[in-house]
Structure formats: structure tokens, C-alpha cells
């Protein structure tokens, strides 16, 4: 009997968790992935954030350099850190969620993963003082529940193609330039991470972010919200 046990988890496994991840990840429509290939436009994304030692510095860059940028804000930071949020959206960003504590959505139960997604929704909206229209799930995955949910809340998701792995321990500032530097395409998106990852991690992003901006406004590309990477995608 008990492979007949082992086969029901692993279907509810199958439909429940990873269906849904590898479908958002590859096929849905509803999902940006990358913006058009025909335009020279790229789009930066800074998750897990904000944090009051490097947000306001990368907000500081952004700035010197005309540079619009999309974050992916963790609900339990937003609460610490309000005036950050207001921030950013004062200085023209967008701003999306990136649920509350970055609990894998794999790992939740059903009902945390609805309270996680409403209730950083609720806190976002309650800072800027309008709704949130954007998403992108920790380490990118869904369940089903998380995909409805979004589609609930009028959330676009958006996910990514060009990821630096400025997180991890091991990298160096020229990795992360390097990495964007190679990768980079027209539509592309980029993430990085202004919070989290290695101790130290986000200095070494924030020391990449002006030569990859230079070098990629040399090479023609312009940079834009994913607000309007996914109007010119429709277009
Ligand atoms: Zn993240």
C-alpha cells in the first residue's frame, strides 16, 4: 500500500506545486519574462528590500544616473522601513511585492500563502496610498493558490532573465558586471538585490550598478520600469 500513498503525494505534488511554478516560469502569458526583443530596452529589478544601509545608496545611484529601476518589496521590511518605500516611490520607481518574509511557497500552508500575499498587499497599499500591481515570488515559485491569489489581486508577475547572483557568498563586484555585461539582450530583465543574500552581499551590487549602467547606456540600451517594458511588449 504504501507506494499507492507515495504516488498521491507525488501527484499532489505534481498539480499543487510544480505545475504551477513551470508553468508561470515558461508558458503563462500573464507573466513577463522579458520585455520585446525589437527595442534596445532592459529593465533593473532589486528584490528582498528595502534596507536602510544600501536602499537609500542604490536609490542615490539611480538618481546620479536617470535611471528608472523596479523593486520587489518583502512586506516585513516595508513594515520597518515605511519611509524607504515612500521613498523609492517618490523618486519615480515601481514597486511590487515580494511577500512578507520570503518563505518559499512550496513550504507554506495554503491559508499562510493567501494571509502572506493579502497581507503584504495591504501593507504596501497602506504605505504608498495606492494598490501594488506587480509580483514576483520568492525564488520563483508557486503553488496554485499563489497563482489565483495574484490574479485576485490584479497582480502582474514578473520574473526574470538575467540573474547576477549577487546574493551569493563567493561572487566578486566584476562577476556581477560581468555576468550582466554577457547575458545582457534586448527585453532583458535583470535582478538584483539591495537586502539579504551573503552578509555584505548588496555593497558588492551597488558597487557593479554604475559601470553596468554606463556600459550598457554605451552599448544604446535604454532602461525602463517593467510598467512600461510590459506596455511595450503588448504594443
Ligand atoms: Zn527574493
Not at 520585446?36 to 545608496?57: E, H, R
Not at 507554506?108 to 501593507?123: A, E, L
Not at 489581486?153 to 547576477?164: F, K, P, T
Request: charged share 20%.
Amino acid at each position: 500500500m504504501w507506494w499507492s500513498i507515495l504516488l498521491v503525494l507525488i501527484i499532489i505534488f505534481l498539480i499543487y506545486c510544480f505545475l504551477p511554478s513551470y508553468w508561470a516560469r515558461n508558458h503563462s502569458k500573464k507573466v513577463l519574462r522579458k520585455g520585446s526583443a525589437q527595442k534596445k530596452v532592459i529593465a533593473l529589478t532589486f528584490d528582498d528590500g528595502p534596507n536602510p544601509n544600501y536602499t537609500p545608496k542604490l536609490l542615490d545611484i539611480l538618481r546620479e544616473h536617470q535611471v528608472p529601476a523596479t523593486f520587489f518589496i518583502m512586506g516585513k521590511q516595508a513594515q520597518r522601513y515605511p519611509d524607504i518605500v515612500k521613498h523609492i516611490n517618490e523618486e519615480g520607481h515601481t514597486l511590487g511585492l515580494h511577500s512578507y518574509r520570503h518563505s518559499h511557497a512550496w513550504l507554506m500552508s495554503p491559508i499562510t500563502t493567501i494571509r502572506d500575499m493579502n497581507q503584504t498587499y495591504k501593507i504596501l497599499k497602506g504605505i504608498l496610498g495606492k494598490a501594488p500591481n506587480w509580483y514576483r515570488p520568492p525564488s520563483g515559485t508557486f503553488i496554485i493558490l499563489s497563482m489565483f491569489a495574484a490574479r485576485r489581486l490584479n497582480l502582474n508577475v514578473a520574473y526574470w532573465s538575467i540573474e547576477a547572483q549577487d546574493w551569493a557568498k563567493d561572487t566578486t563586484v566584476e562577476h556581477i558586471y560581468n555576468t550582466v555585461i554577457n547575458k545582457i539582450h534586448p527585453g532583458a530583465i535583470i535582478v538584483l538585490h539591495d537586502n539579504q543574500g551573503a552578509p555584505g552581499a548588496p555593497e558588492r551590487t551597488l558597487k557593479a550598478l554604475p559601470t553596468i549602467i554606463n556600459t550598457l547606456k554605451g552599448q544604446g540600451f535604454r532602461f525602463v520600469s517593467l510598467d512600461e517594458m510590459k506596455g511595450e511588449h503588448h504594443a
